[in-house]
């Protein structure tokens, strides 16, 4: 049974019913319940079935149409089937979506927010009203999570609800690190169902340009990448990458895919500062005592940036893009000048407005920035975002660092968002963090809680030490439990430490649209288990299946030979694939094989999936987002061996027979100063043994997969 309990709501003087849920929601429940198995359809209002919120971040909003197909493929993943029809008015055992008076819903400012929801629940079904299609969307992620937590139902009753926060949200840093397409969607799903709705992507960066250590040469060939691809002459050279960058189709499909669940991709391309990408490409345009810092006063650099500005506003679905504009260190006014000029520029070509890391604050010797640019404060060292810009009139999104995380190693932050900080940092408000807290220890920096020009809370994840810090799917583990956290201060929900670990726990496993821990559904602890040894399983003469030994009737197929003594007979030409593709922590996959032969002892691939591949280079290896991790032994040729890796929690380890663990670790690269070793975490590969390409010949005895590490 849901629990439900009342308390007073942030900024809301009266005593109003809240219904746990991430973010909690005030819904005052009735006696009764809605059992999900009653719906039969989602009926859209025909007033508004192509009605748009235009009020928002994106420039391409889905109809209420539109979500309400998503959300009928949602409750599919629960089970339920449910028709979508447009229809003038309710009808038994449907979801009614429609639109109402939007200036019902305030945000924390008292101003209206398309965002918010009105939901009813009875016998009859549920009604939706939301301030904009958006809103109703919100209010359809009301429904999942309710019925989750009350094991299928939902409580009759009714509430409405509105974010506090237009602006909720996670930044990415996909320039020191590239992230697959469909990543970055399931990431998009993932926020969602928590009602964030942006994703500021940081698509250009560079390593640490340790000037005292570096040469010109090493700086010229430092880790620098800029993630976007155009055919443009005007670009040409600049992005030298093509298998870690976007292009125009890949970016669209991000975009449309994020915005369908609500969430706005915000691009950031950077410059002056952590421009090395750009310098590598022009040398002139470099400052020469720091090369990842762009000269502005040679004539060529603010062209050269409104080109490649020219060139990428095209690829671009939102209304704010961010130009960085961080941690400059030259001259001010030349600073000044280029992010005014740059703004200007976007303005004029895209109508699209201009977002800034907080570095130099207004100053009366400075031509300063102008006021209808925002500012993403991120540290006090730079700035002040009460007296510096909100008393200035300049917008505010709350990015402090009290909330950073460094990808797997920093000598300052955590590698996890420091979730205890929303709960337990605030003197007000029972300890809870809000947006408009910028400052967690002292208040005199705070603006209050209905400060309008505090546009919401956005959290970062670095990729300080670059690409082989770190796997995809290690940004997703260092947010599982931050996203939630932060989603639901970010609205203004209430969420406290206790019910968060309580909520969480039952929600997890149902947020649809990705399988983000590439849980694979099983009977048992085992997964897949195919083995050739013919005692015990007859295989039909000529065919290609092979049986699944575990209750799951996972059936592969092979094109390689059974031999008769029980093996599969592989060679470089023949493949045996599973239906599965890959499997996230914890998990043990053993094949038991022996190679006769490789073709390329530096290049084999023993078995494939959609996340690594386990490579003998001739060391043992996993080759996982676009890296190499190796191990210091090799098996054994001409000799049967078990061959098992195991992924064990953050840690991933290979072992021979019943030898030793060995333990697979990246060794990153600090500023050129040293290196540190850390865990990695690789999903198993399980889609295909051999194959075109593997590079090897031998024989496959087993091949099998269990959930225990
Ligand atoms: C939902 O529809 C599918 C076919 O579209 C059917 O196989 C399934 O049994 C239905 N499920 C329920 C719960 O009605
Ligand atoms: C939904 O709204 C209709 C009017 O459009 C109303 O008749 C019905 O009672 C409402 N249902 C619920 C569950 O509130
Ligand atoms: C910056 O560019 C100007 C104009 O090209 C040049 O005179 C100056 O030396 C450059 N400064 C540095 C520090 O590279
Ligand atoms: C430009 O953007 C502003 C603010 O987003 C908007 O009000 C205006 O209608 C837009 N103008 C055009 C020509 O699209
Ligand atoms: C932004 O502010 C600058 C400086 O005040 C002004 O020149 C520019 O027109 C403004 N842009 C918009 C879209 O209001
Ligand atoms: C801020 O804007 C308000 C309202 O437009 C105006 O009254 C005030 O003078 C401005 N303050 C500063 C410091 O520009
Ligand atoms: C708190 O912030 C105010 C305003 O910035 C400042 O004047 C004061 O010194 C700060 N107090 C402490 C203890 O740092
Ligand atoms: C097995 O199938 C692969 C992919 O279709 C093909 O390239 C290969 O030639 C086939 N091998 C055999 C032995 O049939
Ligand atoms: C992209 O190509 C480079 C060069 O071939 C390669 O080293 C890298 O692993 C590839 N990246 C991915 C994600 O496969
Ligand atoms: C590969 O294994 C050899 C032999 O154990 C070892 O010397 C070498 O360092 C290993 N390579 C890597 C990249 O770990
Ligand atoms: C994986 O194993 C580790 C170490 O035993 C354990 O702490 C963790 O909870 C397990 N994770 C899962 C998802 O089972
Ligand atoms: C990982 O990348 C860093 C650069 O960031 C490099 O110094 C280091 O050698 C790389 N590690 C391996 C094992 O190649």
Same mark, same amino acid.
């Given at each position: 049974?849901?629990?439900?309990?009342?308390?007073?709501?942030?900024?809301?003087?009266?005593?109003?019913?809240?219904?746990?849920?991430?973010?909690?929601?005030?819904?005052?429940?009735?006696?009764?319940?809605?059992?999900?198995?009653?719906?039969?359809?989602?009926?859209?209002?025909?007033?508004?079935?192509?009605?748009?919120?235009?009020?928002?971040?994106? %420039?391409?909003?889905?109809?209420?149409?539109?979500? #309400?197909?998503?959300? +009928?493929?949602?409750?599919?993943?629960?089970?339920?089937?449910?028709?979508? @029809?447009?229809?003038?008015?309710?009808?038994?055992?449907?979801?009614?979506?429609?639109?109402?008076?939007?200036?019902?819903?305030?945000? @924390?400012?008292?101003?209206?927010?398309?965002?918010?929801?009105? %939901?009813?629940?009875?016998?009859?079904?549920?009604?939706?009203?939301?301030?904009?299609?958006?809103?109703?969307?919100?209010?359809?992620?009301?429904?999942?999570?309710? @019925?989750?937590?009350?094991?299928?139902?939902?409580?009759?009753?009714?509430?409405?609800?509105?974010?506090?926060?237009?602006?909720?949200?996670?930044?990415?840093?996909?320039? &020191?690190?590239?992230?697959?397409?469909?990543?970055?969607?399931?990431?998009?799903?993932?926020?969602?169902?928590?009602?964030?709705?942006?994703?500021?992507?940081?698509?250009?960066?560079?390593?640490?340009? *340790?000037?005292?250590?570096?040469?010109?040469?090493?700086?010229?060939?430092?880790? +620098? &990448?800029?993630?976007?691809?155009?055919?443009?002459?005007?670009?040409?050279?600049? *992005?030298?990458?093509?298998?870690?960058?976007?292009? &125009?189709?890949?970016?669209?499909?991000?975009?449309?895919?994020?915005?369908? &669940?609500?969430?706005?991709?915000?691009?950031?391309?950077?410059?002056?500062?952590?421009?090395?990408?750009?310098?590598?490409?022009?040398?002139?345009?470099?400052?020469?005592?720091? !090369?990842?810092?762009?000269?502005?006063?040679?004539?060529?650099?603010?062209?050269?940036?409104?080109?490649?500005?020219?060139?990428?506003?095209?690829?671009?679905?939102?209304?704010?893009?961010?130009?960085?504009?961080?941690?400059?260190?030259?001259?001010?006014?030349?600073?000044?000048?280029?992010?005014?000029?740059?703004?200007?520029?976007?303005?004029?070509?895209?109508?699209?407005?201009?977002?800034?890391?907080?570095?130099?604050?207004?100053?009366? @010797?400075?031509?300063?920035?102008?006021?209808?640019?925002?500012?993403?404060?991120?540290?006090?060292?730079?700035?002040?975002?009460?007296?510096?810009?909100?008393?200035?009139?300049?917008?505010?999104?709350?990015?402090?660092?009290?909330?950073?995380?460094?990808?797997?190693?920093?000598?300052?932050?955590?590698?996890?968002?420091?979730?205890?900080?929303?709960?337990?940092?605030?003197?007000?408000?029972?300890?809870?963090?809000?947006?408009?807290?910028?400052?967690?220890?002292?208040?005199?920096?705070?603006?209050?809680?209905?400060?309008?020009?505090?546009?919401?809370?956005?959290?970062? %994840?670095?990729?300080?030490?670059?690409?082989?810090?770190?796997?995809?799917?290690?940004?997703?583990?260092?947010?599982?439990?931050?996203?939630?956290? !932060?989603?639901?201060?970010?609205?203004?929900?209430?969420?406290?430490?206790?019910?968060?670990?309580?909520?969480?726990?039952?929600?997890?496993?149902?947020?649809?649209?990705?399988?983000?821990?590439?849980?694979?559904?099983?009977?048992?602890?085992?997964?897949?288990?195919?083995?050739?040894?013919?005692?015990?399983?007859?295989? #039909?003469?000529?065919?290609?299946?092979?049986?699944?030994?575990?209750?799951?009737?996972?059936?592969?197929?092979?094109?390689?030979?059974?031999?008769?003594?029980?093996?599969?007979?592989?060679?470089?030409?023949?493949?045996?694939?599973?239906?599965?593709?890959?499997?996230?922590?914890?998990?043990?996959?053993?094949?038991? !094989?022996?190679?006769?032969?490789?073709?390329?002892?530096?290049?084999?691939?023993?078995?494939?999936?959609?996340?690594?591949?386990?490579?003998?280079?001739?060391?043992?290896? %996993?080759?996982?987002?676009?890296?190499?991790?190796?191990?210091?032994?090799?098996?054994?040729?001409?000799?049967?061996?078990?061959?098992?890796?195991?992924?064990?929690?953050?840690?991933?380890?290979?072992?021979?027979?019943?030898?030793?663990?060995?333990?697979?670790?990246?060794?990153?690269?600090?500023?050129?100063?040293?290196?540190?070793?850390?865990?990695? +975490?690789?999903?198993?590969?399980?889609?295909?043994?051999?194959?075109?390409?593997?590079?090897?010949?031998?024989? !496959?005895?087993?091949?099998?997969?269990?959930?225990?590490?």
């Amino acid at each position: 049974m849901i629990t439900i309990l009342l308390c007073v709501l942030l900024s809301t003087p009266s005593v109003t019913s809240r219904s746990l849920g991430i973010p909690t929601t005030s819904f005052s429940p009735s006696h009764g319940h809605l059992s999900l198995s009653n719906i039969k359809s989602i009926i859209v209002d025909d007033q508004y079935a192509q009605a748009v919120d235009e009020s928002g971040q994106t %420039l391409i909003p889905p109809t209420l149409q539109d979500f #309400a197909k998503t959300f +009928a493929g949602d409750l599919k993943s629960l089970h339920v089937n449910a028709t979508v @029809a447009v229809g003038k008015q309710p009808s038994s055992g449907s979801v009614f979506l429609t639109l109402g008076d939007s200036s019902q819903y305030r945000d @924390a400012a008292g101003r209206p927010s398309s965002e918010g929801y009105s %939901l009813t629940v009875s016998s009859s079904g549920i009604n939706i009203t939301g301030a904009s299609p958006l809103g109703a969307w919100w209010g359809t992620r009301t429904v999942l999570q309710q @019925a989750v937590l009350t094991d299928g139902a939902i409580p009759y009753g009714s509430g409405s609800d509105t974010p506090g926060w237009a602006t909720r949200g996670m930044m990415l840093d996909a320039g &020191r690190h590239y992230y697959p397409p469909e990543f970055l969607v399931e990431m998009c799903a993932y926020m969602s169902y928590f009602k964030q709705n942006t994703l500021h992507l940081h698509l250009s960066d560079n390593l640490y340009n *340790n000037v005292g250590i570096y040469t010109r040469e090493r700086s010229l060939e430092l880790y +620098a &990448r800029f993630r976007l691809w155009s055919e443009s002459p005007d670009v040409s050279g600049l *992005n030298k990458y093509q298998n870690e960058s976007y292009t &125009r189709e890949q970016f669209d499909y991000i975009q449309n895919s994020c915005v369908a &669940r609500g969430v706005t991709i915000l691009p950031e391309i950077e410059a002056p500062g952590h421009a090395l990408v750009f310098v590598q490409w022009k040398p002139q345009l470099g400052l020469s005592s720091d !090369l990842s810092l762009l000269n502005i006063s040679n004539p060529e650099t603010i062209p050269t940036m409104k080109s490649v500005w020219s060139t990428f506003l095209p690829f671009f679905h939102t209304k704010t893009v961010h130009i960085g504009a961080d941690e400059y260190t030259a001259e001010v006014n030349d600073y000044n000048s280029f992010v005014n000029a740059m703004a200007n520029h976007i303005r004029t070509v895209s109508n699209k407005s201009t977002r800034i890391w907080g570095t130099f604050p207004p100053k009366d @010797a400075y031509n300063n920035i102008h006021k209808n640019i925002s500012m993403q404060h991120w540290e006090f060292f730079e700035d002040n975002p009460l007296y510096d810009y909100i008393r200035n009139n300049y917008s505010v999104l709350n990015s402090d660092d009290t909330y950073y995380v460094v990808n797997k190693w920093s000598g300052s932050y955590p590698q996890v968002v420091p979730i205890s900080r929303t709960f337990n940092s605030n003197p007000a408000n029972n300890g809870m963090w809000y947006p408009y807290i910028f400052d967690t220890r002292n208040e005199t920096n705070n603006p209050p809680s209905d400060e309008p020009l505090v546009l919401g809370a956005v959290a970062p %994840l670095w990729n300080d030490y670059g690409a082989n810090a770190s796997v995809y799917s290690e940004a997703y583990y260092a947010w599982k439990d931050g996203i939630p956290a !932060l989603a639901d201060k970010q609205w203004g929900g209430s969420l406290t430490s206790s019910e968060f670990d309580q909520v969480f726990e039952k929600l997890h496993p149902y947020i649809p649209g990705q399988n983000l821990d590439r849980n694979v559904s099983s009977k048992t602890s085992t997964l897949l288990d195919y083995s050739f040894d013919n005692s015990s399983v007859s295989y #039909a003469v000529n065919s290609d299946q092979v049986p699944d030994r575990s209750m799951n009737g996972y059936v592969g197929t092979t094109n390689c030979t059974i031999t008769s003594n029980g093996s599969l007979a592989m060679e470089p030409n023949c493949f045996l694939a599973s239906p599965l593709s890959s499997k996230g922590r914890n998990y043990t996959l053993t094949l038991t !094989l022996l190679i006769d032969e490789m073709e390329d002892r530096t290049a084999t691939k023993l078995i494939t999936g959609s996340d690594s591949i386990l490579m003998l280079t001739p060391n043992i290896t %996993l080759f996982a987002s676009g890296e190499y991790f190796r191990l210091t032994s090799t098996i054994p040729l001409k000799q049967k061996v078990d061959l098992s890796i195991i992924g064990r929690g953050t840690q991933t380890f290979a072992k021979i027979n019943k030898g030793k663990e060995e333990e697979f670790v990246t060794k990153m690269g600090i500023n050129g100063e040293g290196f540190e070793l850390a865990p990695i +975490a690789i999903e198993a590969p399980v889609e295909m043994v051999g194959g075109p390409g593997s590079g090897w010949s031998g024989r !496959l005895w087993g091949l099998k997969l269990t959930n225990v590490a």
